[in-house]
Structure formats: C-alpha cells, structure tokens
C-alpha cells in the first residue's frame, strides 16, 4: 500500500534545532539529534535535516550534526543545505544519511541533478523548491535560492517538470509565504507542482492543525507532509497526527 507519510522537519542553525516564520526570526528549540531520535522512537515515517545557513554561509553541511543525528534514529533522513556536488552527496552518504535535497546548486547547475541520479539513483536525490508568490510567472510561483534570499525569476512547476526529466525523484516544495505561518499549507502551489509531476510530492510550509495535513494530501495530491513547528512545540504527537488522517480514510503507517 502505498502509505502517506509524516515527516518532521529539522532546521539547524549552528548546529542547534530551530525555527522561524517566513524563513526569518528564528526561535531556538533544542538539539536535532535529541529531537530526531524522539521522532523517530513516536513513530515518525522519516526526517529531513535542514542545514539552513549553510548555502548563505558558503560552506558545506555540518557532517558531525548530521552523524549524531542519523545514530540516534532508525528511520530514513534526508540531509539538505550545502549540499552541491557528487562529492558532498558522497560525504553524507558515507555517514548513512538516505536521501539528499538539493536546491540553490540545482538551480545554479542542473546538470547537477542528472549526474547525481545516474551516480547515485534517483530514489536517493530529493530537489526542494522555495518557492514565492509572483503573479507575473505562468503559475503564478517563483522559485527562490539562497535560503529564500534571491529571486530567480523561474517558475515553480516548470522548474519542477524540469528536475523530474533530469532525474530526481522526489520533490519538496516549501512556501516561503506559508513558512511557520501555521495557517496552512500553500494548497495551489502543491497541487500545481504535484500535478505537474509523477514524482512524489512532499508538502511543506504552514501546518498548524490536524486538518491542514489532510488538506496537504487530499487537496493538494501530496505524498507526504513535512512538519516541524506543531511537532517541535508539542501541539500534536505524531500518533495524533497518524490517527486522524487514518479516520479520514488516508493510508498512514501506524
């Protein structure tokens, strides 16, 4: 069966979990690992791992953080920040993470994309799309690099299309006007995007109640749902999570 997954999100910054809303005012809640092994002992599907300063400070992921945080879990991690050659792929594969989201370097070199599916497979490359509002690009989102800084001018769900062709093979789509909103997720970009693709679609970006995690799948046709500031502040366990979207008849392991 194919089950819809529910996957907290660790923002670290200087090696320490946080979290903001829009992508700024940063709130300091604890330590990835600690966390991440609570997640994944609750019964968390998988994790992403977010070195979210590393692309703004040029520099590569924090190996050592990423390690302790992948011994303390027995479930999948994606490891995204930083992340822009076959070698940084190599580096984190090494320390047993599962998958690698790639954004700013797939844009600025999307052969990148390619090379790194044919070396690595594709079930292993994850591209995560910022993504903002502009209502003068064909679907009416712009992808954004650079930890959500720089504008690109490229639309969302052509950049999306694009990535499936080169290889990927999943995608992460994270509003940036939805970011930490807990007002919901950005419905019309994900369904958009995973519309427009037959690759799984992980929504991200504004959960703050049980109902925008069905809305996220049944609305917005994702597979997954990334969660952090309901999960992180304690709102909702994920067997709450799990429960509610199984009385709503969504397949979810529990």
């Not at 923002?11 to 979990?17: E, H, I, N, S, T």
């Not at 995204?80 to 070698?87: E, L, P, R, T």
């Not at 499936?164 to 807990?182: C, K, Q, R, V, Y």
Request: a negative charge; glycine letters at 10%.
């Amino acid at each position: 069966m194919n089950y819809r997954r529910i996957i907290p999100c660790l923002d670290v910054k200087d090696g320490r979990l946080v979290k903001g809303v829009n992508f700024v005012d940063l709130k300091d809640v604890g330590n990835p690992a600690e966390n991440g092994a609570a997640y994944s002992d609750a019964g968390a599907d998988e994790l992403v791992f977010l070195d979210i300063t590393a692309t703004i400070e040029n520099r590569k992921t924090m190996v050592d953080a990423v390690a302790k945080t992948v011994d303390n879990i027995s479930i999948p991690l994606t490891v995204g920040g930083g992340i822009a050659s076959v070698q940084d792929i190599q580096r984190m594969l090494d320390v047993g993470v599962s998958k690698l989201s790639i954004n700013s370097a797939a844009v600025r070199a999307p052969e990148l994309v390619k090379e790194a599916a044919s070396e690595f497979g594709c079930e292993t490359i994850t591209i995560a799309i910022d993504t903002r509002l502009n209502p003068q690009l064909p679907s009416g989102f712009e992808v954004m690099v650079n930890g959500g800084n720089q504008p690109t001018g490229i639309d969302a769900v052509q950049w999306a299309k694009q990535v499936e062709e080169l290889g990927a093979g999943a995608i992460l789509p994270t509003s940036m006007d939805a970011d930490g909103t807990l007002a919901g997720y950005d419905i019309p970009m994900t369904r958009a995007i995973a519309d427009a693709v037959s690759l799984p679609v992980i929504a991200s970006g504004g959960a703050g109640t049980l109902e925008h995690l069905y809305e996220a799948i049944n609305d917005a046709h994702a597979d997954a749902v990334l969660v952090a500031s309901i999960a992180h502040f304690g709102t909702f366990t994920i067997q709450e999570m799990k429960e509610y979207l199984a009385g709503k008849g969504i397949p979810v392991s529990l």
